[in-house]
Structure formats: C-alpha cells, structure tokens
C-alpha cells in the first residue's frame, strides 16, 4: 500500500479550515443580541443575535455549537492521531483517518450548506472541499485485494452489519417532521422556521441509510470494500453519539428542553448506537493485523 502525498497538503489545509470554523463558531460574540423575525412563512422566529451564528435562530444556533465543541475537542484531536499513524504506513491509520474524514466531511458539508451566511463562508467552503477530496484519497490509498488477509475470523461482522441496518434505517425519524406537515396541508416543518430547506434531512435520508446498507451487506458478503465502509460510518456513529449529547447541553444552557419522547427518539438513540459503534469499532482495529504502507 502507499501513502498519498497529497494529503501532506489536504489535511492540513482541513485542519486550519475546520479550526478556524468551529472555534469561530464557538467562541464569537457580539452581535445585537437576541431579537425577532418574520419568516417567509410569516411567522414569528427568535433569532439567537450573537457571534457567528447571529442571524440563525436560538433554537438552531445552539445546535451548531454543540456540533463545535465535539468537532474542536474530538474530531480535530482524532483527526490529527489518525493522519500521523497513516503518514508512518499503518493500515490502522488509513482506516481511522477514512472513518473521522466520513466524519469531517458530513459536518462541512452541513455547515456550508446549513448555515446562514456570514463572513465564513469561504472557510466553510474549503473546509468541506479538503474534507471531501481527503477522504477520497485516504479511500484510494488502500489496496483492497489485500484486506481480507490481514482480517482475522473474530472480526465483528455480524455486529457490525446489523447496527449499520438499524442506523440506516432510524434515520427515517426525520419522515415524521416531513411527512406530518404534509398530511396537515401546512408543506413546512414547524422547526423550519426561517431557513428555506433542511440540508440535515437531505444528508441524513438521501446518503446515510444507503452508505449503510451498502455498507452493511458488503460487510457480510465479506468484501473488500466493506472492512473500510463499515468503519467510515461506524466512526460516524461514534461522533454523532457524542455531538447529539453536546448539542443538547448547548440548548439547555439557553433554556431550550425537548420533550422526553424527543430525548429518547434523538439523542437517546443516537447515543447508544454511538456506544454501541465505539464498541465494535474497538474491536475491529483489534482483529485487524497491521500492515505497511510505502510512502
């Protein structure tokens, strides 16, 4: 296997990009302070009115800065560990760094898309593109004719397969806050408010049940490919486990509670999926034997 050294280049430049976005996201003030807004739809939206997320509304803006904290604290620490283990040939490395890019390319592209405008835009935008063309770089340096020789019998791919069914398919959560809408002629999702769609419904219907599935039977039928799919999106799980709980802290602190069926449907489950994906995450590096990439 080979190192590609144009990831020399990529990762830092995510790295800076993605530093740059989320502590900016985190730790900026100013702004005129929380205050009101008329949607499209005509209804009245508080809006959070502080720092870089000051024209998002007070329920989302929080939500965003959870996101932050775990990206900052987690992701960039993880992401920096697993690229230099990769640069030393380790194909444990190319598969953590392919699992946290899974991660890095999911966040970027929300924010760039998700986010209000505001002066970031350019680093949301090279944020996302190091994000994408690293990780389809860290995919290709993997040789994976190879792989199934260096798996050993006791690899979770059972485990593995069946939490990768369920996740894609507890996503279709988000059916019930378009379809409800629908049936009750209103079009919109009351959580809609001021934005003109909801790029998190996109992402999470249109590319994580699929990447799941496909993920998930490759896994079984013992193919290649599946070793290092299940891991991007096993590796996803496990941050989202964490964001979900950072994000829910973050509301709180601004006085925002969901109803307990919320708790349960949300971060409930997406944090013992997350736990559970850590788990087998372990154990798939464990029976993964090490082998040498040429630089």
């Known amino acids: 296997m080979k190192t590609n050294k ?7 430049l995510l790295f800076l990009s993605a530093l740059i976005s989320t502590a900016t996201g985190l730790f900026s003030s100013g702004g005129p302070g929380t205050f009101t807004f008329t949607s499209l739809h005509g ?11 000051q024209y998002d509304t007070h329920f989302r803006a929080p939500i965003s800065r959870g ?3 775990i990206t900052l604290f987690v992701g960039l620490p993880v992401l920096l560990v697993a690229f ?7 194909l ?3 598969f953590l760094l392919a699992g946290i890019l899974t991660y890095f390319v999911y966040n970027s592209a929300s924010m760039a898309m998700g986010i209000s405008y505001n002066f970031l835009l350019l680093v949301y935008i090279i944020y996302f593109s190091s994000s994408f063309f690293s990780l389809i770089l860290a995919i290709f340096s993997i040789k994976f004719d190879e792989l199934p020789e ?3 019998p006791a690899y979770p791919y059972r485990g593995a397969a069946y939490l990768l069914f369920f996740a894609g398919l507890s996503v279709f959560v988000w059916l019930s ?3 409800g809408p629908l049936f009750a002629g ?4 009351a959580g809609l408010d001021t934005y003109t769609t909801e790029v998190t419904y996109v992402i999470d219907l249109g590319l994580i049940p699929p990447a799941c599935y496909i993920a998930g039977f490759f896994l079984l039928r013992r193919k290649s490919a599946g070793y290092v799919l299940s891991f991007m999106m096993l590796t996803l799980l496990t941050v989202i486990g964490c964001v979900v709980i950072s994000q829910s802290i973050f509301q709180a602190a601004e006085g925002i509670f969901l109803s307990p069926g919320q708790y349960i449907g949300f971060t409930g489950i997406f944090t013992i999926m997350g736990i559970i994906a850590f788990r087998l995450l372990f154990l798939m590096d464990k029976n993964t034997m090490e082998a040498k990439m040429k630089a």
């Open 92 to 94: 444990k490395g190319a």
């Open 43 to 53: 209804k009245q939206v508080e809006m959070y009115g502080y720092g870089v997320y």
């Open 6 to 12: 144009a990831l020399n280049y990529l990762i830092p």
């Open 186 to 189: 209103t079009i919109y999702p």
């Open 177 to 179: 806050e378009i379809l």
């Open 67 to 69: 996101t932050d904290a």
């Open 84 to 90: 230099l283990k990769y640069r030393k040939g380790s």
């Open 150 to 152: 260096h798996i050993t």
